[in-house]
């Protein structure tokens, strides 16, 4: 097998084939221009977390061209190993042999870019932020292509110099920062070099610099659509047509514009009833939205984002419910020096509509940086404007130690009244070694701190420190079924900005990888007893007594056409019954181009407290169905078929009345009456690739949801949910690139 992979260079080395100017991105790199490539080796695991030789032979390299940055992979694979390779829909791939390229174009550790590329050509990619935060949102123009044999596989990989905003694109060089990695689905196996771990702290930063010459090069993009919408349930038609515009003169300056824009998704979101006080986060695949977006993608703890993209566009503020229409968008990036700026602007229709602005400054010096993000929100139907200022900084003390923070203000003007308030994030990083590695969180938001209108924001009101520590061990015996083991402990303590102490928890989770494939993980929480100042809206805090959670769970490799996972909570959801919820997760391939992957997670649970209405609350005795569906089949290239079914159902009976008391605690009002809750959601996609970006969508959407005042059995729910219709619609559009 050896022999094959250096015959596989040795070609490469020796041009035997005619070349060209242009390298052909067909899997086989095999033009002389490979020669010149720089070689990645040394791959070593990093899941399991070992550190030591992969158990296959895995070479790439990478070559700076006019037309981009290219890689090629050779991955041997012997014949006793399965190739796993379903064809999978974009950013989808969750169990195949693959190859990865991490690459961060500026090497300053502030954004990075995956790409993925799986044994069936199917891929993925990805923008990093926060040194190991991935969003998948993002898809971008790129090549690619794979080739096999009987030794193993080859991959390239051909990466635009327009791909993504880059400073110093004038330069004859470029400094970038790469990492690159294989998966070995079989033995659920991940070798990379340099071997960072995409869990750790320190993440992007850990990846190899290398210079490379640099090219200029530009691009200008108009994708028209039309689109054709046929409700089936009130019939009518309505039809649109607009374009986006995507200019980018060079890698220093890019441009985005949007005129009339169809930002209805054909992806559907995933079905969601939320009887919590915090607003269900949805992710964003809308073209404008995710082109050149990495810039503006600022998070602030606990799981803020500063510029929510899904505000754009969500419901009117004219009370209708109705989704807002949008009258045109402009997003830029560019560079200047060592300083990375951006704009964002978008309108909405009618007297009603919100207009949004954002502005983004990020400052790189040596390993460290420092930026601002302003936000400005006007909303005419409610007579209010919404500002925010945001300011992010990272000081890289040493290789290993990390400082970084944010100060945020916010000011809110509505109907005459003024409010403004402050907040702030400070974390401090280490990783001492490759096993150990610590995180040092401490978040304070203000009472009246609010930047909703234009991101996501779960709570203000909070004073929280969080620490989080894991350590790595894998000089386990060499006869142990386990190749490594991960300990896990987090400890966090939170206040609300009023000085009442709310609920915190310490958590102990062990993940122990298998030689064989697989993992498992157990995790014990505590949860101390504290104030939910949230769960009644605004009437009142509700005191929570101590109470313990535990998870267990079981993920297998993959095994012939098989792959499932398998887990367990049980824990406590109101003032003392236990609940308990399995979780089974399937995947079978039929064939590589047609699998089916399946969830089923119901919950029993025997004291589920909700808010009513007021300061009433109740606990109901619940059965919680929470079950998925999906099919995808790949009839023959460019073509994709796609089917989703959700099913959500609630039942709950039983249920006590109460009011809350003095300090907190819950008094007896009498009876809550039973209720039940049915979601049901159907999607038929078919999807037809004309060219790179260029796509015909077919689209089936049926669903609906009921809420009744009585208790339904779980059987009752399911025939009932599949006469549910609120919607019931079909859809083509189609997209262009010109």
Known sequence: MRTELLAFFLLAATGTTAHAATLRIDGRADEEQWRDAHVFRDFKRTQPYTLDAATVVTEARMLSTPEGIAFAFRCEQPAGLQRVKPFTPRDRIRNADRVNVNIDFDADGKIGYNFTVSLSDSIEDAIITEENQFNTDWDADWQHAVQEDAAGWNVELLLPWTIASM???????????????????????????????????????????????????????????????????????????????????????????????????????????????????????????????????????????????????????????????????????????????????????????????????????????????????????????????????????????????????????????????????????????????????????????????????????????????????????????????????????????????????????????????????????????????????????????????????????RRGKWQYTLGAWWMQEGMGGWAFQPEITLAYAVSDRLTLDGEIWPRWSRDWLIWLDGDRLARYRRSQWNTSLNVNWFPKAKHELRAKLQWFAIDAHEGSAYRIGARGRLVADGQAGDFSVNNFGLQLRYRYELAAQSELYLVYSRGGAEERDQRDDSGELFVDALSLRDADQFLAKLRYRF
């Open 167 to 557: 400073r110093g694109s004038d330069t004859p060089t470029r400094v970038v920062s790469v990492q690159v990695d294989r998966v070995l689905a079989e033995r659920s196996e991940r070798s990379a070099t340099p071997p960072a771990f995409y869990g750790n702290p320190v993440y992007l930063s850990a990846f190899e610099r290398i210079t490379i010459p640099q090219y200029r090069a530009q691009i200008l993009d108009l994708f028209p659509y039309v689109s054709a919408l046929y409700d089936l349930k009130h019939p009518g038609s309505e039809f649109r047509a607009g374009a986006d515009l995507f200019w980018k003169p060079s890698g220093d300056f890019q441009l985005t514009a949007t005129v009339n824009p169809d930002f209805g998704q054909v992806e559907s979101d995933e079905l969601v009833v939320n009887f919590d006080a915090i607003e269900t986060y949805y992710s964003d695949k809308r073209p404008f939205f995710t082109e050149n977006q990495a810039l503006f993608d600022m998070r602030s703890a606990p799981d803020g984002v500063l510029l929510y993209t899904r505000r754009v566009g969500a419901a009117s503020d004219d009370g209708s419910g109705r989704a807002a229409d949008i009258t045109a968008a402009l997003k830029l990036n560019g560079n200047a020096g060592n300083l990375k700026y951006g704009a964002f602007l978008a309108e909405e229709e009618d007297d009603a509509g919100r207009r949004f602005a954002a502005g983004r400054l990020l400052y790189t010096f040596g390993d460290s940086n420092i930026g601002a993000l302003v936000t400005s929100v006007d909303r005419p139907a409610l007579d209010r404007r919404a500002e925010v200022l945001a300011n992010d900084w990272r000081w890289q003390l040493t290789p290993s130690v990390r400082l970084d923070g944010q100060f945020l203000l916010s000011q809110i003007d509505q109907s005459g009244t003024t409010t403004s308030d402050t907040g702030g994030v400070l974390r401090l990083s280490a990783m001492p070694n490759e096993q150990l590695q610590h995180t040092a969180t401490f978040t304070h938001l203000g009472d009246e701190l609010d930047f909703n209108d234009a991101g996501y924001m779960p709570r203000n009101s909070l004073n929280r420190l969080l620490w989080e520590s894991s350590y790595k061990r894998s000089d386990l015996p060499a006869d142990s079924a386990v190749a490594a083991l991960t300990w896990e402990a987090e400890a966090m303590l939170r206040t609300n900005d009023r000085g009442d102490r709310l609920t915190s928890y310490l958590e102990l989770q062990r993940t122990a990888e298998l030689r064989a494939g697989g993992s498992y993980l157990f995790e014990l929480r505590a949860q101390a007893a504290g104030y939910d100042d949230q769960i009644s809206r605004g009437h009142g805090k509700v005191w929570i007594e101590s109470r313990p959670w535990m998870f267990a769970e079981y993920a297998s490799a």
